[in-house]
C-alpha cells in the first residue's frame, strides 16, 4: 500500500515537471515579472534612497533586503495561481477527475498536486537568487540553504491557496480576473516593498492589513532565512494559514459537494 502511495507522488510530480518543461513561456513569465522590478524599480529606489540602512540588517542597502526577498516571494504566489490555473484547465479536459476517483484518499491526491507545484516554484525561485546574484545581491552564502525551508513552507502555503480557489472556479475564462484580483492586493498589501513600521508612519489601519496579509508572513520568513535569521511569528502565521487554506480546498473537492452542485440545490 505503501508502494502505491509513493508512486502516485511520484507520477504527480513528474507530470508536472514534464508539464514546467514543456511550457518554457510559463518560466519565462514566472521570471519576467520579478526581473522587471529587480531591475527597473529596485535600481530606482537604490539611485533614490542611496545606502539607507534599516533595521535589523545593517549591513544590506534597502533594496537587496526588502525588494529582493519579495520578488522571491513574488515568483512564489504566481506560481500558485498558475498551478491552480492548471487544476482548472484539467478538471475541464477530465485528467483531474481521472485522478480524484483513484482509491488513494482525496486528500493525498491534492496534497500530492501542492508538492509538484512547490517543487517547481522552488527551481524557479533559486534560478531568481542567482540573476540576482549576478546584478549584485549577495546574501550569505548559507542563507541560500536556510531559505529552502522557508520557500517550501511559502510555496506550500501560496499553492494551498491556489488550490482553494481552484475549487470554487468552475470555468477557465474566469479564472484570470480572479488571479488579478487576488495577487495584487496580496502583493501591494504587504511587507515586500516596504518594511511594517515605514507603512505605519503612513497609515496604521494599512499596517494592520498588512500585518495579516498571509503574503507577508511568507516575505518575512524568506527574507529572514535568506539572511540566515528566523522569524518565528511569520513561521507560526505561514503554518496556520497554510493548514487553513488546504483544509477548506479539501472540503472544496469534496466529492458530496460536487454531487450536490450537480443536481441542484433542494428547492
Known sequence: MIAAYVHCLRGIIVR????????????ISALVRPLVWLFIFAAGFRAVLGVSIMPPYDTYVLYEV???PGLVAMIQLFNGMQSSLSIVYDRE?????????????????????????????????????????????????????????ALILSGLMLGALGLLLSSFIKQLENFA???????????????????????????PWLADICALNPFTQAVELIRFALYCQFDLTACLGLAGYLVLFLACAIVGYDPARGLMERRGAPG
Open 16 to 27: 508536472e515537471g514534464l508539464r514546467f518543461v514543456h511550457q518554457r513561456e510559463r518560466f
Open 66 to 68: 526588502y525588494i529582493v
Open 93 to 149: 479536459m477530465g485528467s483531474m477527475k481521472t485522478l480524484l476517483i483513484s482509491p488513494l484518499p482525496r486528500w493525498y491526491l491534492l496534497v500530492c498536486k501542492l508538492l509538484a507545484g512547490v517543487t517547481v516554484s522552488v527551481l524557479q525561485a533559486y534560478v531568481f537568487l542567482a540573476i540576482a546574484w549576478l546584478w549584485g545581491v549577495e546574501p550569505p552564502p548559507l542563507g541560500y540553504l536556510a531559505v529552502l525551508p
Open 177 to 203: 480576473g480572479v488571479m488579478n484580483f487576488v495577487i495584487f492586493p496580496m502583493f501591494f498589501a504587504s511587507s515586500a516593498l516596504y518594511p511594517l513600521w515605514r507603512v505605519r508612519e503612513a497609515s
